[in-house]
């Protein structure tokens, strides 16, 4: 670990979520995995800036840095592996960008599975061009200062949400969810069960069949009826 004031370089954690794994989530909707989780974590304050194609999943590559410097989150694009979502801590606040086009085709180089700045971003419409993910709180033109300090593979806060080092981020439309890797078979175990609740329900609509008398039930229950 970097032993200067300010700067907190970790050793990369072992990787702990397998690829077979990543496919499931890959294939989950935000919310149902929001709802196997008891609907208590992730954010929707970060917007998706990238040409949408569905969500991804990816395993968190984790910065903190102070508001409008990018040194560290550079130095996190030089050690990204195939797979990783760089996930960055910047306060949440601007004036100014975290990353830009330069910075996004580099982690496209690099086989990475999506961003996610809790800060700004810039080069807002050639983002807007690749499928790669992006999710931020905003855009600014002016661009980042590269001083530090910063910190590298450690838990950071996104919008509230911990994220740890090599922790599971899963994105769509509906936001962004971290699970964590000792927890992620047994969600998406409950996540696949109510994905069979759910498409049963569909083909019951579809069949004319629903069963909708839990809304009166409810109703008389709680004195409205």
Known sequence: MSKIQGFHIHARPAVAVSDAL????????????????????????????????GGFAGRALTVRTRPGDNLLVHH???????????????GGVGPNAIIGEIMLALLIARGAAGI????????????????????????????????????????????????????????????LLAVP????????????????VEAEALQAIAEGRADRSWVVRTLREKGAL
């Open 116 to 175: 996610v700045i809790d800060g700004l971003i810039r080069d807002s419409d050639t983002i807007a061009r690749h499928s790669l993910p992006v999710y931020a709180r905003g855009v600014s033109h002016r661009g980042p200062y590269k001083d530090g300090p910063g910190e590298l593979h450690v838990p950071v806060s996104i919008d509230g949400m911990v994220v740890r080092p090599g922790d599971i981020i899963v994105g769509d439309g509906d936001g």
């Open 76 to 90: 996190a694009i030089d050690t990204c592996a195939p797979g990783d979502v760089l996930v960055v801590d910047a």
């Open 181 to 196: 890797p000792e927890e992620a078979e047994d969600i998406a175990a409950r996540v696949e069960a109510i994905e069979r």
């Open 22 to 53: 990543l496919a499931r989530y890959r294939g989950f909707q935000v919310a149902n995995i929001s709802d196997a989780m008891s609907r208590t974590t992730g954010t929707s304050a970060l917007r998706p800036f990238h040409q949408r194609d």
